[in-house]
T-cell receptor, first 114, second 106 residues
Framework: NAGVMQNPRHLVRRRGQEARLRCSPM?????VYWYRQLPEEGLKFMVY????????ESGMPKERFSAEFPKEGPSILRIQQVVRGDSAAYFCASSPDRVGSPLHFGNGTRLTVT | KNEVEQSPQNLTAQEGEFITINCSYSVGISALHWLQQHPGGGIVSLFMLSSGKKKHGRLIATINIQEKHSSLHITASHPRDSAVYICAASGSRLTFGEGTQLTVNP
């Protein structure tokens, strides 16, 4: 049973480009969470999704950021028109049900904006 | 004041020492998670607990719901335990502490 798979592990984008980060949850997990870890800072919640639904996006910046978790395929975190301040590690976690279940984390995607 | 506070921020120990990392939270929670993050950044979930005490190998986690406090203990510490340890309070979402950087020297 594969763990949470995130790709790419490292992503380099120039300012103004788009970044797409993918997360495949563990088999049987229908809840996905995205977290961001800025350099020298702690983890911060971004968004919580179930299949085809955004449950809580209160941690997402209002502009340029979007997330989806389609019926088929991985969850996608999309950042449009990236800026240097978006450089961070983005982690995905999945669980079989609501917060309160054990979480399984992916290895993260390290985004560098040049 | 952060909703989840950890102490100490940094901890250096000699191999074999008993280590304690503390976590206090001010939010209502359904569970408290302890996570480990190694250099290179991957995150591993160590414990999820809502009461009492859990043990896994040399690691022990305790929680006092009334005092809103949890501790992570490492017995007989080893250099491979060197990592960042993060506590996270599970309410409507996960709220993370800033992490404790542990370095265990041989």
């Amino acid at each position: 049973n594969a763990g949470v798979m995130q790709n790419p592990r490292h992503l380099v984008r120039r300012r103004g480009q788009e970044a797409r980060l993918r997360c495949s949850p563990m088999k049987g997990h229908s809840h996905v969470y995205w977290y961001r870890q800025l350099p020298e800072e702690g983890l911060k919640f971004m968004v919580y999704l179930q299949k085809e639904n955004i449950i809580d996006e209160s941690g997402m910046p209002k502009e340029r950021f979007s997330a989806e978790f389609p019926k088929e395929g991985p969850s996608i975190l999309r950042i449009q028109q990236v800026v240097r301040g978006d450089s961070a590690a983005y982690f995905c976690a999945s669980s079989p049900d609501r917060v309160g279940s054990p979480l399984h984390f992916g290895n993260g995607t390290r985004l560098t904006v040049t | 004041k952060n909703e989840v506070e950890q102490s100490p921020q940094n901890l250096t120990a000699q191999e074999g020492e008993f280590i304690t990392i503390n976590c206090s939270y001010s939010v209502g929670i359904s569970a408290l998670h302890w996570l480990q993050q190694h250099p290179g950044g991957g995150i591993v979930s160590l414990f999820m607990l809502s009461s009492g005490k859990k043990k896994h190998g040399r690691l022990i986690a305790t929680i006092n719901i009334q005092e809103k406090h949890s501790s992570l203990h490492i017995t007989a510490s080893h250099p491979r335990d060197s990592a960042v340890y993060i506590c996270a309070a599970s309410g409507s979402r996960l709220t993370f502490g800033e992490g404790t950087q542990l370095t265990v020297n041989p």
